[in-house]
Structure formats: C-alpha cells, structure tokens
C-alpha cells in the first residue's frame, strides 16, 4: 500500500475514519493500492533562488511539498530583469557565469503542487519558464528545474524586493556573507 491522496469535490469520495487531513483543503490522505491515483511520492527537484527560499512561504504555494535541503548553482549568478514588467523592480533571474554561484533552496514538488507553482510564477503568462539545471549539494550533484525569467537583463529591484529575497535566503539557512550581499545590492 502506497499513501495517495483524493480529492472529495472531484471523486466524490468523503474522507475516511482515520485519515490525515493535508494543508491543501481538498487534500486527505489515505491508504489504498498503487495505480489508483496520483501518488505523493511523485516528485521532482526545484531549486528555488529567490522568494520561494522561505519555506514558511513555500508551505503556502505548496502545501505538498517539503524542503529537501539546500545546494549552490555554480556556474551561475543571481541578477535581475523585466523591469518594464509592471512590477515595482525588476524581477530575480539566473544567468550563465563562469566562476559564481547561487544558494539554492531544494524542495521535493508534488504532482499536486506543480501547477500551482507554474501559475504563481506566470508560465503561463510567458513571466518565467522551467530550465534544468545541475545543483551541487553535500551528497553530490543533483538534477533539479528552477524558474528564469523571460526578459532581458537589467534594471534594479525594489529595496521591499530585494530585502524579502535575503529574508528568505537566511530562512532557507544560507550562508550569512551570501545574505549580507543580497542585503547590500543596489537598488
């Protein structure tokens, strides 16, 4: 047995005596054999850069889906971009750069929450879109998606923007010279 989760509104099922009632609040979980629905354990690797670090906030984008721990991007660096966008700044990006890095928060995304996560992210909308990337952590070099942005480089973000990202960067337990220059970017 395997634990899957149901949603009542969609199976018309209603919860059963003794299961475990999720965050998400069609969500519950119980025990019934592999193949009937979607299963938790179906998961992919996201390295979040940005805001999404903060798992208190991830709780709440995706309710199904934990923090696995943390890692570096190397070969990459965090800037920003889309100013033109409508937003107060520009907007958090990764590009290409030889000799940098970029703390990653990794969280282990549900099936359940991959849709929510896209659409807070504006895929949908052409804002950002998934790339594969290589994150280097304790345990070693692992697969994982993250957001880039589709826009150009350049512009400066919010100094609200700019002090949420080191916020979330010292939640998610990076280092604290990486923070201190989150806190000290120009903006």
């Known amino acids: ?4 989760t149901h949603c009542p509104a969609r199976f018309k099922m209603l919860r059963p005596r003794g299961a ?5 609040p069609c969500a519950v979980l119980t025990r019934a054999p592999v193949g009937r629905c979607r299963t938790l354990d179906t998961m992919s690797l996201y ?4 805001g999404n ?7 709440r984008r ?3 889906s ?4 943390t890692g570096w991007l190397n070969g990459w660096r965090l800037t920003f971009g ?5 937003w107060e700044g520009a907007l958090a990006t990764i590009v290409e750069a030889p000799r940098s890095q970029v703390f990653v928060a990794l969280y282990d995304i549900a099936s359940l929450d991959e849709d929510s996560m896209d659409r807070w992210e504006g895929v949908g909308l052409d804002i950002y879109r998934r790339m594969r990337v290589r994150v280097d952590t304790l345990d070693g070099e692992e697969p994982a998606w993250v957001y880039v942005l589709n826009a150009y480089e350049g512009g400066l973000p ?10 979330a960067a010292e939640s998610a337990g990076a280092p604290h010279d990486y923070v201190m220059e989150l806190r000290k970017r120009p903006c």
């Not at 670090?53 to 709780?59: E, F, G, V, Y």
Request: proline residues 7%; neutral net charge; without cysteine.
């Open 1 to 4: 047995m395997q634990y899957v």
């Open 20 to 24: 475990i009632r999720l965050s998400h």
């Open 47 to 50: 390295a979040a850069y940005a």
């Open 53 to 59: 670090m903060d798992p208190r906030l991830m709780t």
């Open 62 to 64: 995706a309710p199904h």
């Open 66 to 69: 934990p923090l696995r721990g």
């Open 82 to 86: 889309g100013e033109q966008m409508g």
């Open 158 to 167: 919010s100094a609200r923007y700019l002090g949420e990202l080191a916020d």
